[in-house]
């Protein structure tokens, strides 16, 4: 079974508007961890944001927010306030285990978003 | 300025040659990462180091091999035995008190 699933492999949105980017997640571990990275065309990943298991309060960025809904396993990314810089690859991405366990990321297959002006 | 670099940005190799892919951190991170990225596709780990001198395979090792002397370098190198090994490859180094990891802005190989 897929760990990270993302089922949009397009989206558009309109500037200033918000969006949301989806990622289901699988694991039986107690302790893990969400993450979204952004990759601009020129193909550096960039760290957006983080999301721990154990976290009661859902994690915000900036213009961005994590939708942590731990019994439906999901951690979709939201954007506020859409930007024509916010055009990208987005992934979803997990870590499993304790902290000393090697924090290996499993990446999710990506959304890209354009935003349209 | 601290960072990541990786050179050369593109690459071009004939089959059957090896290739050593660099990785240089001044962040002074013990966790060091490879990646292979696929066009369209996530990112899948091939090796990962957590302190100097040791190493581990991740979910794709097969085909390449690293080394691990200094706490800031680990090269990849891309032996003949890879199959496909044209791809874009992204190397991440992490701080042992987080969880975030810092990308390098990736080598682009191509094999012909």
């Known amino acids: 079974a897929q760990k990270i699933t993302q089922t949009q492999p397009g989206m558009f949105v309109q500037e200033k508007e918000a969006v949301t980017l989806d990622c289901t997640y699988d694991?039986?571990?107690?302790?893990?961890?969400l993450f979204w990275y952004k990759q601009p065309s020129s193909g550096e990943m960039i760290f957006l944001i983080y999301?721990?298991?154990?976290?009661?309060q859902n994690a915000t960025e900036g213009r961005y927010s994590l939708n942590f809904q731990k019994a439906r396993k999901s951690a979709n990314l939201v954007i506020s306030a859409s930007q024509l810089g916010d055009s990208a690859m987005y992934f979803c991405?997990?870590?499993?285990?304790?902290?000393?366990?090697?924090?290996?990321?499993?990446f999710g297959g990506g959304t890209r978003l354009m935003v349209k002006p | 300025d601290g960072g990541i670099t990786q050179s050369p940005k593109y690459l071009f190799r004939k089959e059957g040659q090896n290739v050593t892919l660099s990785c240089e951190q001044n962040?002074?991170?013990?966790?060091m990462y490879w990646y292979r990225q696929d066009p369209g596709q996530g990112l899948r780990l091939i090796y990962y180091?957590?302190?100097?001198?040791?190493?581990q395979k991740g979910d794709i090792a097969e085909g390449y091999s690293v080394s691990r002397e200094k706490k800031e370098s680990f090269p990849l190198t891309v032996t003949s035995a890879q199959k496909n090994p044209t791809a874009f490859y992204l190397c991440?180094?992490?701080?042992?008190?987080?969880?975030?990891?810092?990308f390098g802005p990736g080598t682009r190989l191509t094999v012909t």
């Open positions: 991440a180094s992490r701080d042992r008190s987080t969880y975030e990891q810092y």
């Open positions: 694991t039986s571990d107690p302790s893990y961890g």
């Open positions: 999301q721990g298991s154990y976290d009661q």
């Open positions: 991405a997990m870590r499993e285990g304790p902290g000393n366990a090697g924090n290996m990321l499993t």
């Open positions: 962040l002074n991170h013990d966790a």
């Open positions: 180091s957590q302190i100097v001198n040791d190493f």
